[in-house]
């Protein structure tokens, strides 16, 4: 059996909480695909013949852990498709930074351009050719002796946004290299992970709330804890 932990499933949908380290879509590494797993997974499950159909409504940085929606019909697909268009989901992050920023509660605005030679974005001028606005608030919401957790509410999807935008006030990610940590996680992810989502499904019309549990990791659960004994 795949080793996929669902976190949410229904005719058109279905949610999981990626490990860092799997792929959203294929590369040139040839690893399996994360949505190639969850087709394994769905047709183990209902023991369905010939394919499945698995559709990446979107995706998430390979060292980056969390939450991924996935759809199971072509409608799902287009609708939710559509929902991410119109900005009508709601997605947070949660971040591990090296350092904590200045201010508790900040919005950052900034323009960014990605360079394809090292796939990388770089906080640029307004008006440089090829570069993208790029919105996202944050919250402090914890600290432990050498690390801040960071909620963060991107309004825009733009490339390596929060891992640019964050370095950028010097709040490097825990173990993000590519954009200036001091030394990489010992699995190679980066204490970067998609918490949360909220969106009025796209068929059913009620409201969806799913909530991806944090890696099993020392700090991680640390930060969790803490969190739930103060709430």
Same mark, same amino acid.
């Given at each position: 059996?795949?080793?996929?932990?669902?976190?949410?499933?229904? &005719?058109?949908?279905?949610?999981?909480?990626?490990?860092?380290?799997?792929?959203?879509?294929?590369?040139?590494?040839?690893?399996?695909?994360?949505?190639?797993?969850?087709?394994?997974?769905?047709?183990?499950?209902?023991?369905?013949?010939? &394919?499945?159909?698995?559709?990446?409504?979107?995706?998430?940085?390979?060292?980056?852990?969390?939450?991924?929606?996935? *759809?199971?019909?072509?409608?799902?697909?287009?609708?939710?498709?559509?929902?991410?268009?119109?900005?009508?989901?709601?997605?947070?992050?949660?971040?591990?930074?090296?350092?904590?920023?200045?201010?508790?509660?900040?919005?950052?605005?900034?323009?960014?351009?990605? &360079?394809?030679?090292?796939?990388?974005?770089?906080?640029?001028?307004?008006?440089?050719?090829?570069?993208?606005?790029?919105?996202?608030?944050?919250?402090?919401?914890?600290?432990?002796?050498?690390?801040?957790?960071?909620?963060?509410?991107?309004?825009?999807?733009?490339?390596?946004?929060?891992?640019?935008?964050?370095?950028?006030?010097?709040?490097?990610?825990?173990?993000?290299?590519?954009?200036?940590?001091?030394?990489?996680?010992?699995?190679?992810?980066?204490?970067?992970?998609?918490? *949360?989502?909220?969106?009025?499904?796209?068929?059913?019309?009620?409201?969806?709330?799913?909530?991806?549990?944090?890696?099993?990791?020392?700090?991680?659960?640390?930060?969790?804890?803490?969190?739930?004994?103060?709430?």
């Amino acid at each position: 059996m795949t080793d996929v932990e669902v976190l949410y499933e229904d &005719n058109h949908l279905i949610a999981v909480n990626k490990r860092s380290g799997d792929i959203t879509q294929g590369d040139k590494t040839g690893d399996e695909p994360l949505p190639e797993k969850v087709k394994r997974w769905i047709k183990h499950k209902y023991n369905k013949p010939g &394919n499945v159909f698995c559709g990446v409504i979107h995706r998430l940085d390979r060292p980056t852990s969390g939450l991924v929606m996935l *759809a199971k019909t072509s409608k799902g697909l287009s609708r939710m498709n559509e929902l991410f268009q119109k900005k009508e989901i709601q997605k947070t992050y949660w971040a591990i930074v090296e350092t904590p920023p200045v201010n508790e509660i900040g919005s950052l605005e900034n323009y960014l351009k990605k &360079n394809e030679r090292n796939n990388k974005s770089s906080v640029v001028k307004k008006g440089t050719d090829g570069s993208k606005h790029a919105i996202l608030d944050y919250k402090v919401l914890a600290k432990s002796d050498r690390y801040t957790l960071l909620e963060v509410d991107p309004k825009t999807g733009r490339h390596h946004q929060i891992r640019t935008q964050l370095a950028h006030i010097g709040c490097v990610i825990k173990g993000d290299l590519k954009y200036g940590a001091k030394r990489s996680n010992k699995d190679g992810s980066i204490s970067l992970h998609a918490r *949360a989502i909220e969106f009025i499904h796209p068929v059913k019309k009620e409201k969806v709330a799913i909530t991806a549990p944090a890696p099993e990791d020392k700090l991680w659960k640390w930060f969790e804890r803490s969190l739930s004994t103060t709430s």
